[in-house]
Structures are given as structure tokens and as C-alpha cells.
């Protein structure tokens, strides 16, 4: 019996379809209903909020696909629209919280109507490559939202957020700290793989690089306490003028959600209030921050072309890899992201199965880690769809490799995620790096 590609290639799309509007459900299924309207700060998003969002970006992609297809609701693509001028007017993303309808029954009632509209969609179409190209986005988008809610969740209840699946975060307690050196020379930066990528990870293209040494480990919490206890945020001498405007303006002390307790430091996060453990990577800091640290430690931030080698490339075979350790997927045993639910970072040094062959750990997974380099298209970019990701090519900063709260299926050595240089609501880190 011969199968048929295309019924096949269906299936897999359902599956995947499925897959990731279940990890959605999951990740809000023990809140209280009053906790899915309360929007704790302005960069901040309710969880309805979420929910609807990315069930009504299937609505833009199938509109995108099908000129006669018929939006649910006006009122709630107004709601719902983050920034697509293309859609009409955006809601304002500080007033999300204060808006009581649709109520959370109402986004619940949206997001499984646009699942039975997505799944005969796909079930009921010849779908062209582009198609299916949309599509997949749609499901890489709701992955991003996953990691945005986590990042709401922790700041709206820390603690008091009880997740389905809670695992126990590997520990260890001393590594050595050192760095490594990674050949110069040109470089073939960006997505190598034949599975779906941003259009910012393409096209592959060719860089040159001087010898340079980076840390094998992202910096950790007591690393980073160092330089909080020297006074790094009471001196300009080490920031960038307007980062130490920011530690001014927003009485920056530590990184966001340290607090000091009778005379320790001690961070609030989904584990409680807790001493700071000082093997776990630094967290919640911004690019202000890490490159105030690198200057105090008279190192330097990393361009993400020197991330991405560092992270992927064998020397040896002189080729490059998806991933740190090769082209397999990621496993728990390998890296901590969402899937391993551990819900907060790992100890450095406790995944040896992850490491790149320069030897670099925890490349994949825990933090988010900052490079020096601003977020612009590649050579020869071309946008994939259009108010995506090129509108924001100013002011913003890339970080690569994910977080724990990122899911497996998103991300790879090539992703490249970016912030404003000021913002340390995510959860960010990053490793050093100098001339060699």
C-alpha cells in the first residue's frame, strides 16, 4: 500500500497543531479565573490576553491564505492584535489588563473555535508550500507566547503558580570556571538546517572573525554578586551613559527580583523566596547590566557571530551543527528548557551531554544570553511576513540560545531573539567573552 505524502504531511501539521495548543492549556490550566485578567505591569500581558493572541494570529495567517475568509469577531481582533497595523488599529499593550470583556469563558469559547477552524483548514486544503510555511509559523509564534506567559506567570505569581508537571532542577556544586579559545577566520553564520527558521536567521552568509576567547560557562549568580558587592551599580565608570541613567531612574541595585533580607541577597521566582544560589547562570539582568559587568571584569560581551561559532561548530570536522551537540533534537538530558519543567535554571555545569565541541556548556536552555550585537537583517534578508520581525530592525539587542522556559521545538543554535537594551523581565544571562 503506497502512503500518500501529502495526507501524511497533514497529519504531522494536526499533530504538531495539537501538540502546541495543548502545552498552551497546560501551562494556564491550574490558575484561578481572577488570575487570567490581572495585568501586573505595562510590558506585562494578562494570561486571556495570551490565549486569545495566539489563536487570533491563525486568524491573520488563514486570512493571509484564503482572501474570503471571515475574522470571528472585530471586537476581538481589536483586543487581541499586538502590533499589526495591516489588521487595523492595535490595542494599547499597557491598557490589556483593564478590559473585562471578552471575559476569560468568552477567549476559552475563541481559542477552541479556532482550533476546529485551523484543523479543517488543514485537513480540508491542498496546501501550497507557503502554506504550510504559515502555518508552522503560526505554531512558532504560539511557542514564543508560551515563553512570554511563563515570563508574565513568574511576575504576576512567583511562587503561587502550581505547574501540572514540576521536576526537581539538576544540581551541582563546583565547576571551574575557565574560557576557551575559538579560531578566527570566515565564518558561514545563520540557519544551516532544512526545517522551518525565521526569516532573521537567513540567509546563511559569510563573516570574518579574529581569534577570540569566551567563557565556558554562562556567568553565575555569584560571580555576578562580585559586582554588585564592589559597587558596580554606584559608579557610572562601568555603564554605557544611558544604562546608568536606567540604575538612576529605576533605583537598579541587582538584577530584577533580588531583594535584600536582613543583609543577604535573596531572589523571588517560581521556586519562592530563596538565598541566591551561586551556581545557578544570573538572571533577570539586561543588556545594560551585562555589559556593565564585562566592563568591570575587563572582558566583553560576544557578537553573536562568535556566540554562534562557539556554540556550533566543530573545527575538527570543520562543519557546523544545529545545536551544541549535533543535528538530534533536544532532551532533558542534554539542555533545561520548557519541556524539563523544571521552572527556573539549572546548575552550571550539570548538562556534559550539551556541550559544543569548542566546550562550551549550557549553550541551549536556562538563560537567554546577550550578545553586543544590534538586531538587523542579515545580507540579503527577505521578510517572511510582513510587520514581523523587521519592523523592530532599531534599538534592540540579540540574544541567542534560549531559556528554560523556551520549548524545544523553537529554538537551535541559529534563533535569534532580541530585546531593548533595558528590559530584564525575561530571563536573560549571558557569558564573557575578549580579544585574544
Known amino acids: 500500500m503506497t502512503s500518500n505524502p501529502q495526507l501524511e504531511e497533514g497529519k504531522s501539521l494536526l499533530e504538531s497543531f495539537r501538540e502546541t495548543r495543548n502545552r498552551t492549556l497546560q501551562l494556564v490550566k491550574t490558575l484561578e479565573k481572577d488570575d487570567y485578567?490581572?495585568?501586573?505591569?505595562?510590558?506585562?500581558?494578562?494570561p486571556k490576553w495570551h490565549i486569545g493572541h495566539v489563536s487570533w494570529i491563525y486568524e491573520a495567517i488563514m486570512s493571509k491564505l484564503d482572501k474570503n475568509y471571515e475574522f470571528y469577531s472585530k471586537e476581538f481582533s481589536e483586543y487581541l492584535n499586538s502590533y499589526y497595523q495591516q489588521f487595523g488599529v492595535p490595542h494599547d499593550k499597557g491598557l490589556r489588563g483593564v478590559v473585562s470583556r471578552p471575559t476569560v469563558d468568552q477567549i476559552f469559547q475563541y481559542f477552541n473555535t479556532i482550533n476546529q477552524r485551523v484543523e479543517r483548514f488543514i485537513e480540508s486544503q491542498s496546501l501550497s508550500d507557503e502554506a504550510k510555511r504559515l502555518i508552522v509559523m503560526g505554531f512558532h509564534h504560539e511557542c514564543q507566547h508560551q515563553e512570554l506567559l511563563v515570563y508574565d506567570l513568574q511576575h504576576l505569581l512567583a511562587e503561587q503558580y502550581k505547574?501540572?508537571?514540576?521536576?526537581?532542577?539538576?544540581r551541582q556544586k563546583h565547576v571551574e570556571k575557565k574560557s576557551v579559545l575559538i579560531k578566527g577566520g570566515i565564518y558561514t553564520m545563520g540557519y544551516n538546517g532544512s526545517e522551518f527558521c525565521y526569516d532573521i536567521e537567513a540567509p546563511e552568509h559569510k563573516v570574518y572573525l579574529n581569534d577570540f576567547k569566551i567563557d565556558v560557562f554562562p556567568i553565575t549568580n555569584e560571580e555576578y554578586l562580585k559586582f554588585v558587592e564592589d559597587g558596580g551599580y554606584e559608579t557610572y565608570r562601568y555603564w554605557l551613559s544611558d544604562g546608568w541613567e536606567k540604575v538612576k531612574s529605576n533605583n537598579w541595585k541587582a538584577p530584577m527580583y533580588w531583594e535584600k533580607i536582613e543583609g543577604q541577597w535573596h531572589v523571588r521566582d517560581f521556586l519562592g523566596i530563596r538565598k541566591i544560589n551561586p551556581n545557578e547562570p544570573v538572571c533577570h539582568v539586561s543588556y545594560y547590566e551585562a555589559d556593565a559587568y564585562c566592563k568591570w571584569a575587563g572582558k566583553r560581551l560576544p557578537t553573536e557571530a562568535e556566540w554562534e561559532?562557539?556554540?556550533c561548530w566543530n573545527e575538527e570536522k570543520e562543519e557546523k551543527a544545529i545545536y551544541p551537540w549535533g543535528n538530534d533534537s533536544?532532551?532533558?538530558?542534554?539542555?533545561n528548557l520548557l519541556e524539563s519543567y523544571n521552572w527556573g535554571c539549572a546548575d552550571v555545569g550539570v548538562f556534559p551531554k550539551g556541550v559544543s565541541p569548542s566546550g562550551c556548556h549550557q549553550m541551549i536552555g536556562d538563560v537567554w544570553e546577550w550578545t553586543s550585537s544590534e538586531f538587523v537583517g542579515y545580507p540579503g534578508f527577505k521578510s517572511g511576513f510582513d510587520e514581523y520581525n523587521d519592523k523592530w530592525f532599531t534599538n534592540q539587542k540579540v540574544l541567542r540560545g534560549g531559556s528554560f522556559a523556551t520549548p524545544s521545538m523553537s529554538i537551535r543554535g541559529s534563533y535569534r531573539n532580541f530585546f531593548r537594551l533595558d528590559e530584564r523581565w525575561l530571563f536573560s544571562g549571558f557569558r564573557c567573552a575578549e580579544d585574544y
Open 309 to 311: 561559532k562557539a556554540a
Open 330 to 335: 533536544p532532551s532533558a538530558g542534554k539542555c
Open 37 to 46: 485578567v490581572v495585568q501586573t505591569a505595562s510590558y506585562m500581558s494578562p
Open 163 to 170: 505547574p501540572v508537571t514540576k521536576n526537581s532542577i539538576p
